[in-house]
């Protein structure tokens, strides 16, 4: 564990933890990305993963946003990808342009888990990169804000690695689950071993809070993903968790984001995370009933709001935060990750609402 400058704004990290907070804290999925201008003349000279895998590249776009948006942010997330997962696995994979990620030899056959994935992965000489990344843009935010770090959910990384890209119906992987149940268990397996090795190595590199993606955790059935998806998350967050304090290491706050499964709310807050992420198809009233305050709940704005006028952006942030309520248990997000054609400007506008109303409407209830 490296020393690091003083945290000066710690409202996330309270916020994730039930503790009272002064206004509701923001940040959003995709912060550092191709929205920002700043970032595509970088993509300019580097290809997408030579910037994940250089930590001086990776650190200059994880604080473009940070810089653009001085004061208006209250955390950082580290720019890499899920898909790193699959590649220290042994896979390659590629990013082309207009078309996104591209893996040349996906998995076909269960035999290709034993032909095609190394048996042994040490996170620290594959992934070293991104751990070297967290050291040096922690240092570099000098405290500002706390820095997460991230890892796909196991099921939605067996998915890309089975369709070899995106996929709108998943039929291959589904086929997996359904042909092959118990060869699919043990991808995951494999999957979940790794993922909870890199987090544990992201949080001694200096990554503050956790998030995992399980993008297309509502591809299934709420049959399935308590088979297929749920097993694995809840191994994430135990393991995680009693390896660092078996180190002596505390535990960071931990979020998980499981797009479109509204069905596994009550789920999803009982397995160890501190904070779960919701898509905007989930209404605030139901995802409080249902969690019924053991946990935090972060999100959940449309995206494509930002496309919107500035006024509709204020009026739906002020909507969206007399729904949750500001003053503890709530963490202010996007239901999704930033769309690439956003324009920056609304960001700011986004921004900005988000710390006038939810300091309008926690004056309210204090007074």
């Known amino acids: 564990m490296t020393d690091f400058p003083p945290l000066k704004n710690d409202l996330i990290l309270r916020a994730a933890l039930g503790k009272k907070t002064e206004r509701a804290p923001v940040w959003f999925m995709r912060q550092a990305g191709r929205y920002l201008p700043e970032f ?13 895998r250089t930590p001086e590249l990776a650190k200059l776009v994880t604080l473009q946003p ?14 890499s990808d899920i898909l790193v997962v699959p590649q220290a696995l042994g896979l390659v994979v590629e ?23 190394r048996k042994h992965v040490n996170v620290y000489e594959e992934l070293g990169y991104v751990f070297e ?11 500002r804000m706390p820095l997460i770090g991230f890892v796909g959910g196991p099921w939605t990384l067996m998915g890309y690695m089975i369709e070899g890209g995106g996929s709108s119906t998943l039929a291959k992987a589904k086929t997996w689950l359904f042909r092959y149940p118990e060869e699919s268990k043990r991808l995951l397996q494999r999957i979940t071993d790794v993922c909870i090795d890199f987090l544990i190595g992201q949080i001694k590199a200096g990554a ?21 998806s749920l ?11 009693t390896q660092l304090k078996q180190e002596g290491i505390e535990p960071v706050p931990m979020t998980i984001f499981c797009k479109g499964s509204w069905y596994a709310l009550e789920s999803l807050s009982n397995i160890g995370y501190d904070t779960i992420s919701l898509d905007w198809t989930i ?3 139901y995802a409080k009933a249902i969690t019924k305050g053991k ?20 009026t739906t942030v002020r909507r969206m935060l007399e729904a949750f309520g500001t003053g503890e248990k709530y963490i202010v997000n996007l239901g999704h990750g930033i769309l690439p054609t956003s324009d920056p400007e609304n960001v700011k506008v986004f921004l900005e609402a988000v710390h006038k109303v939810g300091l309008e409407l926690d004056n309210k209830t204090i007074n």
């Open 95 to 117: 990013m082309l342009p207009g078309q996104g990620p591209y893996f040349p030899d996906p998995l076909v056959v269960p035999q290709d888990i034993d032909n095609k994935l």
């Open 40 to 52: 595509r003349a970088v993509r300019e000279k580097y290809d997408f993963f030579t910037i994940c």
């Open 283 to 285: 209404d605030p009233a």
């Open 133 to 143: 990344a967290i050291t040096v843009t922690r240092k570099a935010l000098n405290g």
């Open 208 to 228: 503050q809070m956790i998030q995992v993606f399980e993008s297309w955790g509502g591809e299934l059935s709420p049959y399935d993903f308590n088979i297929f």
């Open 231 to 241: 097993p694995y998350l809840t191994q994430i967050a135990d393991k995680v968790k």
């Open 295 to 314: 946990v935090t709940l972060q999100g959940n704005m449309d995206p494509t709001v930002l496309f919107g006028d500035h006024e509709q952006i204020r």
């Open 66 to 79: 940070i810089e653009r948006y001085d004061g208006l942010l209250d955390a950082s997330i580290i720019f």
